[in-house]
């Protein structure tokens, strides 16, 4: 999710971006996949019609359904000629989608929408790729339902990104938002120290936090999970945390690279959600999370999936509905129109 400071510092990277025209430059080398000279065209070789598609990718859940596809790239069996860069954060990546320096990139639902209004219009969204990876965590038994948090204070990370915008709205809904103190901390790890000196204490973390927050403290529990939330308090949306977006250029120019790319990812999300011990080494591998022993146990927890068509449209556009009541400003200050949704 981009944070407001985030949010910040891309507008001032687009801008300057846009300000010097700034197009497409060469491709990097590849973290976790293929690599080529050739930047986007097709591959030298006379018998191969594979295609340059450059990829883009965060640490975390979101990109967690592109694993195999990244395995199979780095040992030649996918379709196309895929290179991959896994970047820490959204603002290590935002700017290389602007510049043209990637194709497609896997980017929080809301960077989406950000990009989509500065550039005016230059990418659309199309996949989600992971849903809502936040749960409540606590080792108090007496909560067990969403509205059992009133009266409470909960310890989270992200203020002015997801956690914030999804746990406000919710609060706001289950009217019990005047009797939530929500206390934010920087870092994950912080709230699990908390998590563990204070059995009271109640907490909302992101996966594979709240796998490690459990395998290392027994007494903790996950009662709740958001998307259940969600649903419950927005049924005409789903809690989208991840989406898949690709530059306009290469949908018009090279449609069938899309549609084969979005087949593949669906073939590597089924992979991940059929098999999460298989994939998990892959996951740590690509350079996505670094234990693979939480990955396996985490994967069932950080939804991934491959929404696309009327579903992503639907599903998306209620999300970002929601965030910009919230804020206006965490999708780009307005909601993108319909052609923000490839259907394909």
Request: with cysteine; glycine share 8%; hydrophobic share 40%.
């Amino acid at each position: 999710m981009l944070d407001r400071r985030q949010f910040v510092k891309l507008s001032g990277i687009l801008s300057a971006s846009l300000a010097l025209g700034v197009s497409g430059c060469g491709s990097k080398p590849a973290a976790g996949g293929s690599s080529s000279s050739d930047g986007d065209s097709a591959d030298s070789s006379a018998s191969s019609s594979k295609q340059m598609v450059r990829v883009g990718a965060l640490k975390g859940p979101t990109s967690i359904g592109l694993a195999y596809l990244m395995d199979q790239a780095s040992s030649g069996k996918a379709a196309e000629d895929y290179e991959f860069t896994v970047a820490a954060s959204p603002d290590a990546i935002l700017p290389s989608i602007i510049k043209g320096d990637l194709d497609i990139a896997c980017v929080p639902a809301n960077a989406a929408a950000v990009l989509y209004n500065k550039t005016k219009g230059k990418v659309s969204v199309i996949d989600v790729n992971t849903l809502g990876v936040l749960s409540v965590v606590t080792a108090d038994t007496s909560i067990k339902d969403f509205t059992d948090l009133g009266g409470r204070t909960v310890y989270s990370t992200g203020k002015g990104a997801s956690p914030e915008y999804v746990m406000r709205d919710l609060l706001d809904k289950a009217g019990i938002a005047d009797g939530v103190t929500l206390e934010f901390k920087s870092e994950a790890t912080e709230v699990v120290s908390l998590l563990a000196q204070d059995a009271s204490a109640v907490a909302v973390l992101p996966q594979p936090f709240v796998t490690a927050a459990l395998a290392k403290n027994s007494s903790l529990s996950a009662p709740i999970d958001l998307n259940d939330v969600w649903d419950k308090y927005n049924p005409d949306s789903k809690f989208v945390m991840g989406v898949t977006i690709a530059q306009n250029e290469l949908i018009q120019k090279r449609p069938d690279v899309v549609k084969t790319f979005m087949k593949e990812q669906a073939a590597s999300v089924k992979e991940a959600n059929d098999d999460p011990e298989a994939v998990a080494p892959m996951v740590v591998k690509a350079g996505i999370l670094d234990n693979e022993k939480i990955v396996a146990k985490a994967i069932p927890g950080c939804h991934v999936v491959c929404i696309t068509g009327n579903e992503m449209s639907d599903d998306l556009s209620g999300f970002l509905s929601v965030l910009y009541d919230v804020d206006s400003s965490s999708v780009g200050g307005e909601l993108p129109p319909e052609n923000f949704y490839y259907l394909g």
